[in-house]
């Protein structure tokens, strides 16, 4: 064996697995397949650890989150989350709702940049509402702060007064730090893509927002290389459907970017194709901590039937390949999978046009699996002859 190959086998990941409610148990277990498989070809050991988070973990153990969960994913070297929530705990108060269990790991692990592609799968852009010149190829990256924003501002909640009528504050807090960090994180992205960063923000109305765009202009002026502009939030959310293809990587609030990022996913024709990345401030002392997650939700109506989508927590973990454990080759090979997959025709419900035949999840999955295993034999053909 020669070292790099030693060096290899010798790596381990801890990867802390948290289906979470709803479909998540069923995509993160066709997602585990695709795990195992990478373990072999890369020669890496993954030490798969499993618990529960959101509804799960409220049954169980009355909060969304425990601490003892909390830990495991503060040592972990990236977790691998599948979805919360459900209409079973949506009568429950905030602080304990199931969502709670996906706010704090992003909050108390400091995982401030999501990333949140949106890109179009050639087979499927007739999936897409629409038009297919339109979305033919899209290659979008939104950057979404994840720490703080409206989600995390106080003073918050709902008071009632001595008339007996209620109000509500929530509170949309940002700090220079904050932004420039993310910030930061998208321009080091964009340089490594096309090079153009679009923020969006509410400069015309929201102190943050005018706070938002002075940071990142300055910040531009280290990024030369890399074409600032500045766009309204709701002014992009109308341009992502008139011509999509103007963006390459977008930068944005944590609620601007939640509500976008769905958008944008829409494009690609449907919300189970689409995975993202959450990650921490790069160190080059040591790894970074990170979460990878489908944007999608639970679907509690096709729950438990095995026909949801995995492509997107299978492509969270393609992200994981790609972000922490640094194996972008690898991480082509399984999109290229996935593409074949879908060239064969194999469509799970949420991706089939009128009159396609629908399969599972498992089977999808499988699919991506055997070509998987043929791209590898053919290239130890190739280095046999
Ligand atoms: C997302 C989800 C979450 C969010 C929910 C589940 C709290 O919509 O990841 O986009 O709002 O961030
Ligand atoms: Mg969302």
Same mark, same amino acid.
Request: proline letters at 5%; hydrophobic letters at 45%; one cysteine or more.
């Given at each position: 064996?020669? @070292?790099?190959?030693?060096?290899?086998?010798?790596?381990?990941?801890?990867?802390?697995?948290?289906?979470?409610?709803?479909? *998540?148990?069923?995509?993160?277990?066709?997602?585990?397949?695709?795990? +195992?498989?990478?373990?072999?070809?890369?020669?890496?050991?993954?030490?798969?650890?499993?618990?529960?988070?959101?509804? +799960?973990?409220?049954? #169980?153990?009355?909060?969304?989150?425990?601490?003892?969960?909390?830990?495991?994913?503060?040592?972990?070297?990236?977790?691998?989350?599948?979805?919360?929530?459900?209409?079973?705990?949506?009568?429950?108060?905030?602080?304990?709702?199931?969502?709670?269990?996906?706010?704090?790991?992003?909050?108390?692990?400091?995982?401030?940049?999501?990333?949140?592609?949106?890109?179009?799968?050639?087979?499927?852009?007739?999936?897409?509402?629409?038009?297919?010149?339109?979305?033919?190829?899209?290659?979008?990256?939104?950057?979404?702060?994840?720490?703080?924003?409206?989600?995390?501002?106080?003073?918050?909640?709902?008071?009632?007064?001595?008339?007996?009528?209620?109000?509500?504050?929530?509170?949309?807090?940002?700090?220079?730090?904050?932004?420039?960090?993310?910030?930061? !994180?998208?321009?080091?992205?964009?340089?490594?893509?096309?090079?153009?960063?679009?923020? /969006?923000?509410?400069?015309?109305?929201?102190?943050?927002?005018?706070?938002?765009?002075?940071?990142?202009?300055?910040?531009? &002026?280290?990024?030369?290389?890399?074409?600032?502009?500045?766009?309204?939030?709701?002014?992009?959310?109308?341009?992502?459907?008139?011509?999509?293809?103007?963006?390459?990587?977008?930068?944005?609030?944590?609620?601007?970017?939640?509500?976008?990022?769905?958008? @944008?996913?829409?494009?690609?024709?449907?919300?189970?194709?689409?995975?993202?990345?959450?990650?921490?401030? @790069?160190?080059?002392?040591?790894?970074?901590?990170?979460?990878?997650?489908?944007?999608?939700?639970? +679907?509690?109506?096709?729950?438990?039937?095995?026909? !949801?989508?995995?492509?997107?927590?299978?492509?969270?973990?393609?992200?994981?390949?790609?972000?922490?454990?640094?194996?972008?080759?690898?991480?082509?090979?399984?999109?290229?999978?996935?593409?074949?997959?879908?060239?064969?025709?194999?469509?799970?419900?949420?991706?089939?046009?009128? *009159?396609?035949? /629908?399969?599972?999840?498992?089977?999808?999955?499988?699919?991506?699996?055997?070509?998987?295993? #043929?791209?590898?034999?053919?290239?130890?053909?190739?280095? &046999?002859?």
């Amino acid at each position: 064996m020669d @070292a790099v190959s030693e060096l290899k086998s010798n790596r381990q990941f801890g990867l802390l697995v948290l289906p979470g409610d709803g479909i *998540g148990p069923e995509i993160v277990d066709q997602a585990l397949r695709i795990v +195992a498989w990478f373990g072999d070809y890369l020669g890496v050991r993954f030490n798969i650890e499993q618990a529960l988070v959101g509804g +799960a973990s409220i049954d #169980e153990h009355g909060e969304p989150i425990t601490e003892t969960v909390m830990e495991k994913a503060l040592r972990a070297d990236a977790v691998l989350f599948g979805a919360v929530g459900g209409p079973k705990w949506d009568h429950l108060p905030r602080a304990v709702r199931p969502e709670m269990g996906i706010l704090r790991l992003r909050k108390d692990l400091d995982l401030f940049a999501n990333l949140r592609p949106a890109v179009n799968f050639p087979e499927i852009v007739g999936a897409s509402s629409l038009r297919p010149e339109l979305v033919d190829s899209i290659d979008i990256m939104i950057v979404r702060e994840s720490t703080s924003g409206v989600y995390f501002g106080e003073p918050r909640g709902i008071k009632t007064d001595e008339k007996g009528l209620r109000s509500a504050v929530d509170t949309q807090a940002y700090s220079e730090t904050e932004i420039e960090r993310v910030c930061r !994180a998208a321009f080091e992205i964009a340089r490594r893509r096309g090079s153009r960063l679009c923020s /969006v923000d509410k400069a015309n109305v929201m102190e943050t927002g005018v706070l938002w765009r002075s940071v990142v202009t300055e910040i531009g &002026q280290e990024y030369a290389d890399v074409e600032l502009s500045h766009m309204y939030a709701d002014n992009c959310a109308m341009q992502l459907l008139r011509e999509p293809k103007q963006f390459d990587v977008i930068v944005t609030d944590n609620l601007f970017g939640d509500i976008l990022s769905d958008e @944008a996913a829409a494009l690609s024709g449907s919300l189970g194709l689409l995975p993202s990345a959450t990650l921490d401030m @790069a160190d080059p002392k040591r790894p970074r901590r990170a979460l990878y997650e489908p944007i999608h939700g639970t +679907a509690p109506d096709i729950a438990g039937k095995g026909i !949801a989508n995995p492509l997107a927590s299978i492509l969270s973990f393609g992200m994981c390949l790609e972000y922490s454990l640094n194996e972008p080759a690898a991480a082509g090979m399984l999109k290229q999978s996935i593409n074949r997959a879908l060239a064969q025709g194999l469509r799970t419900a949420d991706i089939a046009v009128f *009159g396609e035949e /629908v399969v599972s999840g498992e089977a999808i999955t499988d699919a991506i699996l055997a070509g998987l295993d #043929e791209v590898t034999a053919g290239t130890q053909k190739a280095l &046999q002859s």
